[in-house]
């Protein structure tokens, strides 16, 4: 794909991207969002804040610069970039963008170790990666367009009801304004707003927690302290009022395919993608194991629902965990969902499918007791409300 020159040149950086990858995004998205503030709508401010946002690219940048010989080994991270770009409506005219603040900014930084040939060898290498997600991008958005009930870009939805699930997640059911039928979408994907506050356009993700084939969508959003998009939902968004969304996405789904037991593990607003997955698998008969871990009855989500899927199907198996629970709570066990707990609802041979969300700490614990029980790696999965981030803690 690139020349002998482009690949050495690309692969002699790896060693600096290492050193410096951070500090060479955090300088890119300083001068992209300042130079073209219009795309600030493409970015949460949190994970700008947090520096979330320029660690993941500093990731994904190392890891395109020390496999760019060898792109096979990036196959399996590229549905997830697809998926999230076609979500937030990323265009092909944003990647000329992108590339030209990349490039700036590894210039800027590196100072006189960019040199011409490093900068040319660069923006080669991106070109191709451009054009590949470009491609793949636009398969995307056809294969929406073309699906029963599916669109292009943003689509106005009413909000039709509004429940309150928990002292912190609201559920919002979203109809379609035209009367048209909804893009049937996979468990575990989610959907995009397009949302105007204070005259400023911005673009969250949140996760479908219903099952599909409904004439609605349902989100059920968190409160988030400080969080502009959350905060206008619960508060000013009411029965009747009108939002725009995109198509769902993403590729956290579940297989409901596989012959294997089903195993969800959940904490705080990480239930959501699971209550879809959980409405789809109960009525199948697959073995569900439904753990979810909370700080206490209060702001525990769907509670009563999985508790009724559970009384209809004798498959579904729910654990609550509560870490703080109050005097009239009733967990079934109090603490935190650790590799004991988990190897105690397991099947013996640990040949299940173990689905996991929630914080960062959370995840980290979760996806290390299944390694240490011994569920296969690849029958692991997780996703993050937010940039993807390494798991691993060593």
């Known amino acids: 794909m690139f020349s002998a020159t482009t690949i050495a040149l690309v692969k002699a950086t790896v060693p600096v991207l290492k050193e410096r990858g951070e500090t060479i995004t955090s300088h890119f998205y300083a001068l992209m969002l300042c130079d073209y503030p219009e795309l600030k709508a493409f970015f949460n401010e949190a994970h700008q804040a947090s520096g979330n946002q320029a660690r993941a690219l500093a990731g994904a940048v190392l890891a395109y610069a020390s496999h760019i010989d060898q792109l096979d080994a990036l196959a ?12 937030l409506g990323v265009q092909p005219e944003h990647y000329p963008v992108v590339g030209r603040c990349l490039l700036q900014a590894i210039r800027e930084v590196l100072g006189t170790a960019a040199t011409d040939e490093i900068i040319a060898a660069w923006g080669e290498a991106y070109a191709g990666l451009a054009k590949l997600l470009i491609d793949a991008e636009e398969q995307v958005q056809s294969a929406n367009a073309a699906s ?13 009801r509004k429940d309150r699930e928990s002292e912190l997640i609201t559920s919002f059911y979203l109809e379609p304004i035209d009367g048209l039928p909804l893009q049937r979408f996979s468990p575990g994907q989610y959907l995009t707003l397009v949302l105007e506050i204070e005259g400023r356009e911005m673009r969250r993700h949140y996760s479908l927690s219903d099952a599909p084939g409904k004439p609605w969508y349902r989100i059920s959003v968190k409160r988030e302290t400080g969080g502009r998009a959350s905060n206008w939902l619960h508060d000013q968004a009411v029965v009747g009022t009108a939002l725009k969304a995109n198509a769902p996405s993403g590729d956290f789904v579940l297989d409901q395919e596989a012959p294997r037991p089903l195993v969800l593990v959940t904490g705080g607003v990480g239930i959501t993608p699971a209550m879809s997955m959980l409405e789809v698998a109960a009525p199948t008969g697959r073995p569900v194991h439904f753990i979810h871990a909370a700080r206490h009855g209060g702001v525990h989500a769907f509670r009563e629902r999985v508790q009724r899927l559970a009384a209809t199907h004798s498959n ?13 709570d009733e967990p079934h ?12 609802h397991l099947p013996e041979d640990r040949d299940v499918d173990l689905y996991f969300l929630g914080p960062k700490p959370f995840m980290q614990s979760v996806y290390a007791s299944g390694l240490a029980l011994g569920i296969p790696t690849h029958q692991l999965r997780y996703e993050f409300f937010g940039p993807m981030e390494p798991l691993k803690t060593t």
């Open 76 to 87: 399996p991270a590229l549905p997830r970039i697809v998926q999230k770009h076609v979500a």
């Open 316 to 328: 579904v198996q729910p654990i609550f965990v509560y870490d703080t629970p109050r005097t009239d």
């Open 148 to 160: 029963d009930g599916g669109w292009r870009g943003s689509r106005p939805l009413r909000v039709a």
């Open 333 to 344: 066990t109090t603490g935190f969902v650790t590799e004991a707990l988990l190897a105690q």
